[in-house]
């Protein structure tokens, strides 16, 4: 009989839960490892899904899940980064760091770093394609790991509740999950192309 009543207990909603936190800290945790997974559309959604759940504390554990996942792939994106710095001939790790940074936009993060220090760290996590160039920048001033974690702790809180917020944005306006998803989804691929977009056309417009 308690095997009968264990399995009644387990809703389709427990059995997302069981499953989707541990794969969103991974998938997080991946995306900052490898900046190329859309970590945001992934707490979006998640959002999405925990905003239409019964159970209590869903969003929470959300922010907690993808705010500790991000905290933990830039502590040790950056940490395989200063072991690159050490070695003579590199990492490919430090390789992947710089590839996606241009000189350009390395040299403003180089800039803004030395005037305003760990303030800039919370910035970068928030602006789309900010992290690395500034994740750089402190690499190349040989910040120490401390330091860095004092300022990338609050970037990650922020990044988590911004993206958390456009979840629950999208799943407010939809009474269907996969609409709020859909929604969520939409909304930061716009907000992640929009500086590109900006800059396309400023350097249409000086040409």
Known sequence: MSWVTASTAVTP????QAIGYPTLFVLVLLGALVPVVPTGALVSSAAVVAFHQTAPFALALVFVTASAAAFLGDMALYWLGRRGMRSKNGSRWLEAIRSRAPEDRLTRAQEKLAD?????????RLVPAGRIPVMLACLMAKWPMRRFARGNFPACLAWAVTYQLI?????????????GVVAAVA???VI??????????????KA
Do not use: D, K
């Open 187 to 189: 909304l930061t691929v």
């Open 167 to 179: 979840g629950i944005l999208g799943g407010s306006l939809f009474s269907e999950p996969w609409e």
């Open 13 to 16: 909603e427990s059995t997302q």
């Open 192 to 205: 992640s192309a929009a500086p590109s977009a900006w800059r396309r056309v400023r350097r249409t417009a």
């Open 116 to 124: 305003h220090g760990v303030a800039v760290l919370v910035l970068s």
